[in-house]
């Protein structure tokens, strides 16, 4: 199951990107890429358990 969760990581992370670079026009990439790290990353963060 692990295996099959990394690779649908990495392919939606493919298509991701790819329709971002198509989409976002070049004056826009930088901002909205970080932006959209700071989510992916966020999110990541975010979904971590405190110790009990």
Wanted: no cysteine.
């Amino acid at each position: 199951m692990l295996i099959l969760f990394g690779v649908h990581t990495m392919v939606w992370g493919s298509i991701a990107s790819t329709i971002y670079q198509q989409e976002v026009p070049d004056e826009l990439r930088g901002r909205v890429g970080s932006a959209r790290l700071l989510f992916d990353l966020g999110g990541a963060a975010s979904s971590r358990r405190k110790p009990s």
